[in-house]
């Protein structure tokens, strides 16, 4: 009997759950991966019990669409009609893997503290040994025995199964990077996750990530996942503690092609008097969802996002958050910034819970949207959810489309039409590229959304 063929006959999952029968054969062909790759998989007994758990959870309820309300903008059942074929774990050349390190953020040199990953396997890492107080930078080379802070954090994000993208990440991870930062540590240069793809036959990709930034630390990550050449399919899930008083800048940049569906979902836990502040850049033509699941575990922590989406053509880019303000006396801010052309679509969906015991928050978001196309879409749905008194919160979203006078008074002094609309774009978004530290990242990825506008000019 085939796993599809168990599912419609309402066999039960690990967790007790009854397992529902697939509706699409994206859903079944998933099931059917995690079978036949189940063996393969790292990680010792207690991780394949999570697997299991997982994708039994996933059967029950299959991709998330319209009708599940965090995703009723994003209907990944609608987008994913069929589930591409894992990659085979092929390793680049020396030469090939210099390149795309070289390539991954043109302007700004990672060869110096990086983690290489290539369609979802370990290529090569560089420096990450002086800096992490871990024997590997690799999640598969030591999942199968890991020390005792990582097996209770992977266990802890996978045993939630109730977000299937999560839960299919769980079943199907097969690599990622782990890093350990010792209390103190003031680390200067950024420490480079790419994870870049091949050129062959489309292909699907999981990772899971697991940084732990100790007591008083302070660490940049950059994260890249470079313009696939084929069709990808990728889930990927960064877990990061962040101890009292540590500060984290995390650099997140997806470059989407079209027919690629990128799933991103960052887990946070901040300690005490910590400083978080991650920025996101996605730009391109496929469908990109970024998810971002931020807890306030200590008091007088500060969480700083900036976001900058760049849709054209047929793209739909989605950044959704919650933001959980357990604890009082935490900061939060939000600024996510959106251009778009052509067809494109973005989503904004950001949730502020503050706690009954969360007293003196301090809470807001923004979203603006730029529409260079009478046929481009922009959702923004935020949210807050507040039982405390004493707190500070707003929120706030616009959509426009370039004013008119500002493009006349530009080229009334002799700028051309499509210069003068490029400044005044790149000027829009540029309000959250500045958040993105260090000034070498901040400066390529300005250079990349100056190419992006000219490009679309």
């Not at 996002?305 to 604890?327: C, P």
Request: charged content about 20%; aromatic content about 6%.
């Amino acid at each position: 009997m085939s796993v599809a063929q168990k599912i419609e006959s309402g066999a039960t999952g690990r967790s007790g759950a009854s397992v529902q029968a697939l509706k699409t054969k994206a859903e079944t062909a998933l099931v059917e991966a995690f079978t036949a790759a189940e063996a393969s998989l790292p990680g010792g007994a207690w991780l394949r019990a999570l697997r299991k758990d997982a994708i039994g959870a996933f059967t029950g309820r299959g991709l998330p669409h319209r009708r599940v309300e965090e995703w009723k903008y994003t209907d990944v059942r609608a987008f994913m009609r069929e589930a591409f074929p894992q990659t085979p774990g092929v390793v680049p050349d020396a030469k090939t893997a210099s390149a795309l390190i070289e390539a991954a953020l043109p302007g700004a040199d990672l060869s110096g503290t990086h983690a290489l990953f290539f369609d979802g396997t370990a290529v090569s890492e560089a420096g990450i040994s002086a800096v992490s107080e871990i024997e590997s930078a690799f999640l598969a080379r030591i999942i199968d025995h890991p020390p005792a802070w990582l097996q209770e954090e992977v266990a802890e994000v996978s045993g939630h199964v109730n977000e299937a993208t999560q839960a299919l990440n769980t079943a199907l991870f097969t690599d990622g990077a782990v890093l350990d930062i010792a209390e103190g540590r003031e680390i200067e240069a950024p420490i480079a996750l790419i994870f870049a793809s091949g050129r062959d036959a489309a292909g699907s990709v999981a990772t899971r990530n697991v940084i732990r930034v100790a007591k008083n630390a302070k660490v940049t990550i950059v994260e890249v996942h470079p313009a696939p050449d084929a069709p990808r399919q990728v889930n990927t899930l960064t877990q990061l503690i962040v101890g009292d008083g540590a500060e984290v800048v995390h650099v997140k940049l997806v470059a989407s092609r079209e027919g690629s569906i990128h799933l991103g979902r960052t887990v946070a836990r901040l300690g005490a008097e910590a400083n978080y502040r991650p920025f996101q850049m996605v730009l391109g033509d496929g469908v990109v969802r970024n998810d971002l699941a931020v807890t306030f575990r200590g008091e007088h922590t500060t969480f700083d996002l900036g976001s900058a989406l760049l849709g054209n053509a047929g793209a739909h880019h989605d950044i959704t958050m919650v933001v959980d303000h357990a604890v009082p006396n935490c900061t939060s801010r939000e600024l996510v910034k959106t251009v778009l052309r052509d067809r494109a679509r973005a989503v904004f969906q950001g949730k502020v819970i503050v706690r009954p015991d969360a007293q003196k928050t301090d809470g807001k978001q923004m979203a603006q949207a730029l529409m260079l196309s009478p046929d481009t879409e922009f959702n923004s749905k935020p949210e807050l959810e507040i039982y405390a008194d004493d707190v500070v919160c707003g929120h706030g979203s616009t959509s426009a489309e370039i004013d008119p006078e500002l493009v006349f008074y530009l080229q009334s002094r002799g700028i051309p039409l499509a210069e003068a609309q490029a400044m005044l774009v790149e000027s829009f978004v540029g309000e959250a590229i500045d958040k993105a530290e260090p000034e070498a990242v901040q400066d390529a990825l300005r250079a990349l959304a100056r190419g992006w506008l000219q490009s679309q000019a």
